[in-house]
């Protein structure tokens, strides 16, 4: 029987929200309960430079939640001296480090660990040392694969922005470019001994193809989870990806 691949929220955008606005509505921290009380397996905050949407009392706070509910904290990070000190601190289950420019929207492609070896490398070792796990988020790049190799991160987790952005604009060509590429990065990380987790612009009708790939063991999900609870509430958004992974792997949901 095929592995039940697991489910990560991300809870950012339900900070960018309330920061829309000030003030503590909509809370976070409530939003990630509500989503593990709905059958997610961790939950994922991104703490970017200029806290434009989760900030340093979220992030501790979410800590504690996922620490008395006992799931997963996955703290994404930016490779700085700042990020590292408070992952250091905070000791998550795991930090996944990613690529940050200020002006950007979102994470705009996978980090440079292949141009970026010894920072990456000490960053991974650090964390390592203090007992969090690292992930690395990498486009599905052969170099970039054999890099994380190199440095022995225990996690990659794959940029899936391309592939879904190719599928929602119509360019199927693109898009099976795009799955065969991640199917080859699965398969190579895997080999190497390296776990496979994937996310960005994963929607439902992009999931499928994603979850079906047998490496990958855990997908990572929030902006289009959290816009689709405005419509149809936070269970029932998780609950419909949730149905769609586990189809995708032959299972049926509990």
């Given at each position: 029987?095929?592995?039940?691949?697991?489910?990560?929220?991300?809870?950012?955008h339900?900070?960018?929200?309330?920061?829309?606005?000030?003030?503590?509505?909509?809370?976070?921290?409530?939003?990630?309960?509500?989503?593990?009380?709905?059958?997610?397996?961790?939950?994922?905050?991104?703490?970017?430079?200029?806290?434009?949407?989760?900030r340093?009392?979220?992030?501790?706070?979410?800590?504690?939640?996922?620490?008395e509910?006992?799931?997963?904290?996955?703290?994404?990070?930016?490779?700085?001296?700042?990020?590292?000190?408070?992952?250091?601190?905070?000791?998550?289950?795991?930090?996944?480090?990613?690529?940050?420019?200020?002006?950007?929207?979102?994470?705009?492609?996978?980090?440079?660990?292949?141009?970026?070896?010894?920072?990456?490398?000490?960053?991974?070792?650090?964390?390592?040392?203090?007992?969090?796990?690292?992930?690395?988020?990498?486009?599905?790049?052969?170099?970039?694969?054999?890099?994380?190799?190199?440095?022995?991160?225990?996690v990659?987790?794959?940029?899936?922005?391309a592939l879904?952005?190719?599928?929602?604009?119509?360019?199927?060509?693109?898009?099976?470019?795009?799955?065969?590429?991640?199917?080859?990065?699965?398969?190579?990380?895997?080999?190497?001994?390296?776990?496979?987790?994937?996310?960005?612009?994963?929607?439902?009708?992009?999931?499928?193809?994603?979850?079906?790939i047998?490496?990958?063991?855990?997908?990572?999900?929030?902006h289009?989870?959290?816009?689709?609870?405005?419509?149809t509430?936070?269970?029932?958004?998780?609950h419909?990806?949730?149905?769609?992974?586990?189809?995708a792997?032959?299972?049926?949901?509990?």
């Amino acid at each position: 029987m095929s592995q039940r691949i697991r489910l990560g929220l991300n809870i950012d955008h339900i900070a960018t929200v309330r920061n829309a606005r000030g003030g503590h509505s909509p809370d976070p921290v409530r939003g990630a309960r509500l989503a593990i009380a709905a059958g997610v397996d961790g939950i994922t905050a991104h703490l970017r430079e200029d806290r434009r949407h989760v900030r340093d009392g979220d992030i501790t706070a979410l800590a504690n939640l996922c620490n008395e509910l006992n799931k997963p904290l996955n703290f994404e990070m930016a490779v700085t001296e700042e990020m590292l000190s408070l992952a250091e601190n905070l000791r998550p289950h795991a930090a996944c480090l990613v690529p940050e420019r200020r002006q950007e929207r979102t994470t705009e492609g996978g980090l440079d660990v292949a141009g970026r070896v010894d920072d990456i490398g000490l960053a991974v070792a650090r964390l390592t040392k203090a007992g969090v796990r690292s992930s690395l988020f990498i486009a599905t790049d052969p170099a970039q694969v054999s890099a994380a190799e190199a440095i022995k991160a225990p996690v990659v987790e794959f940029h899936t922005g391309a592939l879904c952005d190719a599928f929602r604009e119509g360019d199927m060509a693109l898009y099976e470019k795009e799955l065969k590429a991640l199917r080859l990065a699965a398969e190579m990380a895997h080999k190497a001994g390296i776990e496979v987790h994937a996310g960005h612009g994963i929607d439902y009708d992009t999931v499928t193809a994603i979850a079906q790939i047998p490496q990958v063991k855990e997908l990572n999900i929030g902006h289009f989870l959290i816009g689709e609870a405005i419509f149809t509430g936070l269970e029932t958004s998780i609950h419909k990806m949730r149905l769609l992974m586990d189809a995708a792997r032959g299972l049926t949901s509990r």
